[in-house]
């Protein structure tokens, strides 16, 4: 099946910038996600991006897609400490059907 | 928006037993999706209903799983005979017509199987 891989961890200082990476297999997406997931809540939509463009930007977010490479990044701009939390990279094939995540990468934030 | 709601947060059960959760979408969302989250990864697909058809399962769902959305508003997920290898969050999301590539998702249903 289609597979979806991020690094575990990142752990960056108060004020600096974050950047989460993403690689997926499946060539077909259409659809990339950045969820953020918070303890013991659900999944919050950041931001996506169609796989036609390169570039998202949204305030303090900036989506980085590497088509031919299958890669995916997300980047924040003046890390807080409430950015904190597990960030999950999500891909659809099929225009919003099932979503295939990646495990996740936990973000520290530190003061 | 009110939001998607789960309903309940969390449910502790005793291997065998059956167990079923409930999920609200957002109204005037006609697709609705679940997925099972275990700790350390992240959400798996279920299944999930367009209107009342549910249109797609995915193998992790087990004939002791079954999904309902009998008016194409609210889901049921019932669990028949819970393995302690079903403890694990369920999460429900939802999407609308003119926007099916966002889906919005809900706090989740915390299941442990002692």
């Known amino acids: 099946g289609e597979d979806v891989e991020q690094s575990l961890f990142l752990s960056v200082r108060e004020g600096d910038s974050s950047v989460i990476n993403c690689t997926y297999t499946d060539s077909s997406s259409t659809y990339l996600y950045w969820y953020k997931q918070e303890p013991g809540a659900g999944l919050q939509l950041l931001t996506y991006i169609f796989s036609n463009m390169d570039m998202k930007q949204d305030q303090r977010l900036t989506v980085l897609l590497n088509k031919k490479d299958k890669h995916l990044s997300l980047r924040i701009a003046d890390t807080q400490t409430g950015d904190s939390a597990i960030y999950f990279c999500?891909?659809?094939?099929?225009?919003?059907?099932?979503?295939?995540f990646g495990p996740g990468t936990r973000l520290s934030v530190l003061p | 928006d009110t939001g998607v709601s789960q309903d309940p947060r969390h449910k502790i059960t005793k291997r065998g037993q059956n167990v079923t959760f409930r999920c609200d979408p957002i109204?005037?969302?006609?697709?609705l999706y679940w997925y099972r989250q275990t700790l350390g990864q992240g959400p798996e697909f279920l299944t999930y209903?367009?209107?009342?058809?549910?249109?797609?399962k995915s193998r992790l769902l087990s004939d002791r799983f079954s999904a309902e959305r009998p008016k194409g508003s609210f889901s049921t997920l019932e669990i028949q005979r819970t393995e302690q290898g079903d403890s694990a969050m369920y999460l429900c999301?939802?999407?609308?017509?003119?926007?099916?590539?966002?889906?919005?998702f809900g706090p989740g249903t915390r299941l442990l199987v002692l």
């Open positions: 109204s005037e969302h006609n697709r």
């Open positions: 999301a939802s999407s609308k017509p003119s926007h099916q590539e966002t889906q919005y």
């Open positions: 999500a891909e659809t094939a099929n225009y919003g059907q099932n979503f295939v």
């Open positions: 209903f367009q209107n009342e058809a549910q249109l797609e």
